[in-house]
């Protein structure tokens, strides 16, 4: 399945962050830490690199990720140029006051009363910017729901007198090009649930466990015998643990898909990464070779058409 969404309003926050850039210092980008590349937006580094601002680039959510890979993907934003990585929650005050020198730091030339630091947040939906927001500023400023896409409007606050804090709505993008970044961003919630077919979200996330953390699966579920398990028989596993049964008797296939992605999304299940940079890059590369592949065969067809075609005109 190829999961898409990108709702109206998402349109019109590009062309106002496009604008708002232009008078922007740093671009503070708050991604989820289980996923964090595949839930980096391309527009948002886009629009900052064709500023040139730097990027505190913050890895959200590490209560839930793993330690190890979240280590990793820490090393590779440091490494590029203009971008500082800080792995956090919001849950954490401490994690959270740490926030504003860093951004000073990236931006020491302002931050004074003659020039305030300028600081766009931004990020896809549900990756805890709202939260961010209102923890940064100690009230509640931002809607927060556990639905994607809260935040449609801008808004513009003071975070201290030479501070000035920009929240963006959440942005994807228009076309998501790697399935599986898709399937990641909807089992993680970033994506509007009229926009995925859940049981199919369901089965990606668990044969993605199979492979990467197995015990987890069998430490929340008690399964037996986990490695002659394939995914559609750990979501039926989760359905026939919890009693998940439609009238009749037959199993509640989409009841127990909605709880196994529930487990994952709170973090009962355990901390969990669904990629790292070594996973990030193997996938680049298989979908590279599958693009080439496809488009060698569509240069293919088009050239015996036209040799078909030049065949019937000399035999006209």
């Given at each position: 399945m190829s999961i898409q969404?990108?709702?109206?309003?998402?349109?019109?926050?590009?062309?106002?962050?496009?604008?708002?850039?232009?008078?922007?210092?740093?671009?503070?980008?708050?991604?989820?830490?289980?996923?964090p590349e595949a839930s980096?937006?391309?527009?948002?580094?886009?629009?900052?690199?064709?500023?040139q601002r730097p990027c505190l680039k913050i890895l959200n959510k590490i209560d839930l990720a793993d330690p190890a890979a979240t280590a990793a993907w820490t090393a590779y934003y440091n490494a590029q140029e203009g971008v500082t990585a800080y792995a956090m929650t919001t849950k954490k005050p401490a994690d959270v006051?740490?926030?504003?020198?860093?951004?000073k730091q990236l931006a020491p030339h302002r931050g004074v009363p003659t020039k305030p630091l300028r600081i766009m947040i931004m990020g896809i939906p549900n990756v805890g910017k709202?939260?961010?927001?209102?923890?940064l500023l100690k009230k509640r400023v931002a809607k927060v729901g556990d639905e994607p896409a809260v935040t449609k409007q801008q808004q513009k606050l003071y975070l201290d007198k030479n501070t000035v804090?920009?929240?963006?709505?959440?942005?994807?993008?228009?076309?998501?090009?790697?399935?599986?970044?898709?399937?990641?961003?909807?089992a993680s919630h970033a994506i509007g649930s009229n926009a995925l077919i859940e049981e199919e979200v369901a089965e990606f996330?668990?044969?993605e466990l199979l492979v990467r953390?197995?015990?987890?699966?069998?430490?929340?579920?008690?399964?037996?015998?986990i490695d002659q398990m394939d995914a559609i028989g750990v979501v039926e596993g989760v359905g026939i643990k919890r009693g998940f049964r439609q009238k009749g008797g037959d199993l509640d296939y989409e009841k127990a898909s909605h709880t196994f992605l529930g487990d994952y999304r709170?973090?009962?299940?355990?901390?969990?990464?669904?990629?790292?940079?070594?996973?990030?890059?193997?996938?680049?590369?298989e979908h590279a070779a599958e693009m080439a592949k496809k488009a060698a065969e569509k240069a293919a067809i088009a050239e015996e058409k036209a040799r078909a075609a030049a065949n019937g005109k000399r035999g006209t």
């Open positions: 969404w990108y709702p109206g309003h998402m349109n019109a926050a590009k062309k106002k962050a496009a604008e708002q850039m232009e008078n922007t210092d740093l671009v503070i980008e708050v991604v989820d830490a289980r996923l980096t937006n391309p527009m948002v580094e886009e629009l900052r690199k064709f500023r006051a740490r926030i504003p020198d860093l951004a709202s939260t961010l927001m209102n923890a804090l920009v929240d963006t709505p959440g942005m994807l993008w228009p076309k998501i090009a790697l399935p599986s970044d898709g399937l990641m961003l909807a996330l668990a044969g953390y197995p015990e987890l699966l069998v430490a929340r579920y008690g399964f037996k015998e709170s973090g009962v299940l355990g901390r969990i990464s669904l990629e790292t940079p070594d996973t990030r890059t193997a996938r680049l590369e």
